[in-house]
């Protein structure tokens, strides 16, 4: 009844709803530094060195991993990570991302990436974290649909399905952790909290075999989605709570740069974990099948392992399931990793807190 373009078309009038509200409620100005400078003003103040340095740099990161993990030469070959292309563009991030980093350092007089931030233990926690948190999670959501449909041969209905208490735990994290951060005026212990939650996550999914139970295919990647959502609060309020001490003039920018770390992560966790995946299944499927155009059809698609003949199929199978067992042990150590960047940030009460203001009315009853 409905087709993959509802799920987007879909979309719109939401996505013309928050234009309008943004239009309608979101102030032009900060109402400091720069509010009432002319456009042309504005204009020169933009870090365009910076900005199209950052752009290349990343750009050069992402294109070479897609191209040796989601792409395929003109003549039908793999891209190796010593193929001249590949190379190059991850030489070209590192020479990049090395002039970038002296040009904002010492060059640009309002630098779209302040090193400071970085320097400073909160910032530097939540940009990291961020991007450690959201490759794990992304990959995760990419993988779980092929698991159900190359592992137990299911359709798409069904691999959604499984993620819909993820989904729906998504939103209540964030209100659940907002309302505790509300409470006991620490954050500290919310973005920890969190990310315990997405190890755990990570950690039944490493039962996600060939045999597993239908349950754990339902709870393993609940605890994930109130933990992201937790994670997301939990960080953004304690980069805030740090940025505000010196007034709001680092607001905008230290909330640009957390998105940037997020967004970059999310691309290279879909693209490493793609390439654990592919890496396992040519190594077990050549090892097993000498016909290298079905090896490269079921590296490259589902659909067809379920018409294949009972011992390919099986071969098929259990190479996707070596090879996704690979993708969660990638994303677990994903998440300890980001819970000890999580732990590096500064444990301290929340500025103009609920648990301020609890302590303020003690004080005046004591008095």
């Known amino acids: 009844m409905f087709g993959w373009r509802v799920a987007f078309s879909a979309q719109l009038p ?21 509010g009432d400078d002319s456009w042309s003003e504005k204009l020169r103040r933009i870090d365009y060195a910076g900005s199209t340095l950052l752009a290349a740099a990343i750009g050069s990161l992402l294109l070479g991993v897609s191209l040796k993990t989601a792409a395929s030469k003109p003549d039908g070959g793999e891209y190796a990570w010593s193929d001249p292309l590949v190379a190059g563009l991850l030489a070209a991030f ?51 649909p092929l ?42 212990p919310a973005m920890l909290f969190s990310g315990v939650l997405i190890a755990l996550s990570c950690a039944l999914m490493l039962t996600w075999t060939t045999g597993v139970p239908e349950w754990l295919t339902w709870l393993a990647p609940t605890p994930a989605g109130f933990g992201y959502a937790g994670a997301l609060t939990s960080t953004l309020v304690a980069l805030m709570a740090d940025v505000t001490k010196n007034g ?24 490493f974990s793609a390439a654990i995946l592919q890496a396992t299944l040519e190594a077990d499927l050549t090892a097993q099948l ?72 003690e004080a005046e009853a004591d008095a």
Request: hydrophobic share 50%; net charge positive.
């Open 248 to 271: 709001r003039s680092e607001i905008a920018v230290a909330t640009s740069m957390t998105y940037m770390f997020r967004t970059v992560g999310q691309v290279l966790g879909v693209a």
């Open 94 to 144: 590192v020479v990049i991302t090395i002039v970038f980093l002296v040009v904002e350092g010492k060059y640009a007089a309002e630098p779209v990436l302040p090193l400071g931030l970085l320097m400073r233990r909160t910032p530097a926690s939540v940009a990291f974290s961020n991007l450690t948190m959201a490759a794990c999670i992304f990959s995760m959501l990419y993988n779980v």
């Open 147 to 188: 698991f159900f449909s190359a592992v137990r041969l299911q359709s798409s209905t069904v691999a959604g399905a499984h993620l819909l208490p993820y989904s729906v735990l998504i939103g209540f994290g964030s209100l659940a952790i907002g309302y505790v951060m509300r409470r006991t005026g620490r954050y500290y």
């Open 290 to 361: 000498s016909d290298r155009a079905l090896v490269d059809d079921i590296r490259h698609s589902t659909t067809i392992i379920r018409g294949l003949p009972d011992h390919v199929r099986r071969i098929a199978i259990d190479a996707y399931a070596h090879g996704l067992h690979r993708v969660w042990v990638f994303n677990l150590a994903l998440a300890i990793l980001t819970l000890a960047i999580m732990a590096t940030a500064d444990n301290v009460q929340m500025p103009e807190s609920a648990g301020d203001a609890v302590q303020g009315e």
């Open 14 to 34: 939401l996505l013309v709803g928050s234009i309008v509200s943004v239009l309608v409620f979101v102030p032009s100005s900060l109402g400091a530094g720069g």
